[in-house]
């Protein structure tokens, strides 16, 4: 049958493109933003969804001018549309802010899956998941590394402290990628073109709250906790050696 | 209304019984102000209820049926939610287990106030509270400060803080019964795979022996699994590890993890 699939997509820095100057704490970013890897993950699952079963797979982002990179992107992977919630500052909201944003948006549509990854590449805070969900009011699961779903039920399988857990989930239902779920697909240079084809709307919110009484401070640089030992180019009998005696040195065996 | 006072750690209890971190949210709470009352839930859970009476806390609420075993991320929000209207805590202590990262901001939103999750430091200065976390994707930190007479919620990271040792005295336990919705049986755990490892688990284990992608291929950890064994520790991997599905995504160390 088929699905009304939305995809949450944030775009953050590329993470192996970004500097951080010890000394000053300011951080440099040499690559372009990217779409934050666990929302890649959930994005490659509702396409995959949409191409078995067919549907329509709707992608939104919150954030600046620059987010519509990301969603174009989206879009040549294989969404349909996409939705632009205009936010210029990012940093100056916090997550609960932006997951009424993003409740807003989906509260007007027909949807049976809601994917989203299960936390930022940057602000790792993952709140913004469970947060859409629960003003949603639709159940929510995270850690995902493997899905099915077969008429109105999602079968789930995930990690947890106690070992491998199998989960069932009626639809509606918003699900959260483990970055392990998939690879996703490159860009292709067809997906591009229809792209520009494709919807592209741009929202802007009137007014967006943020949550009295939480400040932020300025990031700063942690303190170093102590370098590494690198064995290089040694038998392995004699790095055993040097490894056990390492240990042994500082009390750990 | 009265103001807010003293602290509610939010526990959990697994398969092996009482989470060991949550005797760490003990030792976070010790840092703030007021009294520290103690949540747990689940199904038959007076073993642990009993051993967090003894860790140092002044009540222990504990919330036992038999359709909270594996309790979904809704349900955990329900009891939490109804915990923190009985006890008008200013402060909620939760933890980063597959569960919390899903009940945690879900109850935030619920109750329309903000979360500052994955904390390893805190400190109070002049009744506002101080929170480190990671920033930046773990390059840099931040200091978070929470003021004001909304309830504030806060998720602690694993092993950030000291476990809370037992206690000769132990305070008393409280039995409640909260009503569910149907929204909160919706997702069932219909099994669970019990781990096939040497049976440290990684968040109580006083040794990690941890591996990442230098070790080239999957079966090259049999050698990190063998040191683990013999060194009485448990097995860690890097994300990359994990992701290649090369070792399960809870055996994942490091910032990222």
């Given at each position: ?24 704490g300011?951080?440099?970013l ?5 779409i934050?890897?666990?929302d890649?993950c ?12 067919g ?8 954030g ?10 989206a879009?040549?992977?294989?969404a349909?549309?996409?939705i632009h919630?205009r936010?210029?500052d990012?940093?100056?909201i ?5 997951a009424?944003?993003?409740a ?5 549509m027909?949807?049976d899956?809601?994917l ?23 159940p ?6 493997a ?8 079968a ?17 239902v ?8 998939n690879e ?18 741009v ?12 400040s ?5 640089v ?6 590494g030992?690198?064995?290089h180019?040694?038998p392995a009998?004699e790095?055993a ?13 | ?14 398969a ?9 949210l003990?030792t ?18 007076d ?15 504990i919330?036992d ?7 979904s ?7 939490i939610?109804h915990?923190i209207?009985?006890l ?21 939103a619920?109750?329309?106030v ?6 390893f ?24 400060t ?7 919620l ?7 803080f000291?476990k ?7 305070s008393?336990?409280?039995s409640?019964?909260v009503?569910?919705s149907?929204l ?9 795979a ?12 006083e040794?990690?022996?941890?591996g990442?992608?230098g070790?080239k291929?999957?079966a ?5 699994e063998q ?7 448990a ?8 992701d290649?599905g090369?070792?399960?995504?809870d055996?994942q ?5």
């Amino acid at each position: 049958m088929p699905y009304s699939i939305v995809a949450l997509i944030k775009q953050a820095p590329d993470m192996n493109a970004l500097r951080v100057d010890r000394a000053t704490g300011q951080v440099q970013l040499t690559g372009q933003p990217v779409i934050s890897s666990y929302d890649a993950c959930a994005l490659e699952a509702a396409i995959q969804i949409k191409e078995a079963h067919g549907g329509e797979l709707t992608v939104i982002s919150a954030g600046p001018a620059s987010v519509k990179d990301a969603l174009q992107r989206a879009l040549g992977m294989g969404a349909d549309r996409a939705i632009h919630v205009r936010i210029d500052d990012l940093s100056s909201i916090d997550s609960l802010a932006v997951a009424r944003l993003l409740a807003d948006q989906i509260a007007s549509m027909p949807v049976d899956l809601i994917l989203t990854g299960q936390a930022s590449d940057d602000g790792s805070s993952g709140q913004v998941g469970p947060q859409v969900a629960e003003l949603l009011g639709v159940p929510r699961v995270g850690s995902i590394s493997a899905l099915t779903i077969e008429g109105a039920v999602v079968a789930i399988e995930r990690d947890s402290e106690d070992g491998r857990q199998t989960l069932h989930v009626q639809i509606p239902v918003l699900l959260m990628a483990q970055s392990g779920l998939n690879e996703p697909r490159y860009l292709s240079l067809k997906g591009m073109m229809a792209a520009k084809k494709k919807p592209l709307d741009v929202v802007k919110p009137a007014t967006v709250e943020r949550s009295a009484g939480i400040s932020w401070g300025a990031p700063y640089v942690p303190a170093r906790t102590g370098g590494g030992v690198m064995l290089h180019d040694v038998p392995a009998s004699e790095a055993a050696t040097q490894l056990v005696d390492w240990l042994k040195q500082r009390k750990l065996i | 209304m009265a103001a807010r006072t003293g602290t509610l750690i939010v526990g959990e209890v697994g398969a092996g019984g009482l989470r060991p971190a949550s005797l760490e949210l003990i030792t976070a709470a010790q840092t703030l102000e007021g009294a520290i009352s103690a949540l747990l839930f689940g199904a038959e859970i007076d073993a642990a209820a009993t051993t967090i009476a003894a860790a140092g806390v002044d009540r222990v609420l504990i919330v036992d049926h038999r359709d909270l075993a594996y309790p979904s991320a809704e349900a955990a929000t329900s009891v939490i939610a109804h915990a923190i209207a009985r006890l008008e805590p200013a402060v909620v202590l939760m933890m980063n287990t597959t569960l919390a990262t899903e009940y945690a901001p879900s109850l935030a939103a619920r109750l329309g106030v903000g979360l500052v999750s994955d904390v390893f430091a805190l400190r109070t200065e002049s009744g506002t509270i101080v929170a480190t976390r990671s920033a930046v994707g773990g390059r840099l930190q931040t200091d978070v400060t929470l003021r004001g007479d909304e309830v504030r919620l806060i998720g602690i990271r694993a092993g950030a803080f000291e476990k809370a040792a037992q206690q000769t005295s132990a305070s008393p336990i409280e039995s409640h019964s909260v009503e569910m919705s149907e929204l909160d049986r919706r997702v069932r755990v219909t099994s669970v795979a019990a781990k096939q490892s040497s049976g440290v688990g990684l968040e109580s284990a006083e040794i990690v022996v941890a591996g990442g992608r230098g070790l080239k291929e999957k079966a090259s950890f049999v050698l990190v699994e063998q040191l683990a064994a013999a060194l009485g520790g448990a097995v860690g991997a890097t994300r990359a590890v994990t992701d290649l599905g090369w070792r399960p995504h809870d055996e994942q160390i490091g910032q990222t993890g």
